[in-house]
């Protein structure tokens, strides 16, 4: 049996996608997820399902009782009114519906559930967010003398700088090595870590590019794209892999039969 790993949708108040693709109506909002989370979460193993963005979260309660594993994509901008800041120059789009789900959402999963969780990069800041923490609204602009972590005419796998790990870390134990080059897409990023989050990846400028939870269950996020890499670049799989393995671990239906055919 595989486990079933639902991901977060990406959410447009606009209709731009629908038109341009020439299958929408004007002022149609639109939900809907890049392709290569679905291909990285099928080729590590599991069951990939797109959660929708409700108006109600508790309509998702019976599917979050089905899943054995939550990833929350990337995407928007996250509203800074969600850790208590005014909006600064530099700032994006920001869909306050999905914000207003998804912060729902990451407390419902990690303070009702043992679910498996990870977070890419909107992923990784939403947890902060939802825990806490706050975010730099524009490293262009708030952090003028770090490197530039926004590329968004780059190929999608292509590493531009290398970023750190740390030992005795969920991170370390997935890549077995101090140091791997990660491609970057983002101009926000994590300022101060929610609660009981710990940094266990940062860029050479100090930008956190990944966390976890200090508690054994895995709640790993990181800020760079993997799912994009992982299909040109072998070496980043892992992370998906040891996600999608944590969901099994979790699930006892799963579990059961894991242990049989080892018995066997």
Aim: net charge negative; hydrophobic share 40%.
């Amino acid at each position: 049996m595989k486990p079933l790993i639902g991901i977060c949708a990406n959410y447009l108040s606009n209709d731009t996608a629908g038109l341009e693709a020439g299958i929408g109506a004007k002022h149609q909002e639109w939900q809907l997820l890049a392709d290569d989370y679905i291909i990285a979460i099928e080729r590590a193993g599991g069951i990939p399902v797109i959660l929708p963005i409700t108006e109600d979260i508790e309509t998702l309660s019976p599917l979050l009782e089905k899943l054995n594993g939550v990833l929350f994509s990337g995407g928007s901008d996250i509203d800074p009114n969600f850790y208590g800041e005014y909006p600064r120059f530099g700032l994006g789009m920001i869909e306050p519906k999905r914000d207003i789900h998804e912060v729902s959402l990451a407390q419902k999963v990690l303070i009702e559930t043992t679910l498996p969780v990870l977070g890419i990069c909107r992923g990784m800041q939403l947890l902060a967010v939802a825990t806490g923490g706050t975010l730099y609204q524009d490293l262009k602009s708030q952090k003028p003398d770090g490197i530039n972590h926004f590329v968004p005419k780059a190929l999608r796998h292509h590493a531009f700088h290398p970023v750190k790990i740390e030992k005795e870390s969920k991170l370390y134990n997935i890549y077995q090595v101090e140091e791997i080059g990660v491609n970057s897409f983002h101009h926000q990023a994590v300022k101060e870590l929610g609660k009981g989050f710990k940094p266990t990846m940062s860029a050479p400028d100090g930008i956190i590019e990944g966390m976890e939870w200090e508690d054994p269950r895995f709640v790993v996020a990181v800020q760079w794209h993997p799912e994009m890499m992982e299909g040109q670049v072998a070496s980043i799989r892992p992370i998906f892999t040891a996600f999608v393995e944590a969901c099994k671990a979790d699930n006892p239906i799963l579990s059961v039969v894991l242990e049989s055919e080892i018995i066997a």
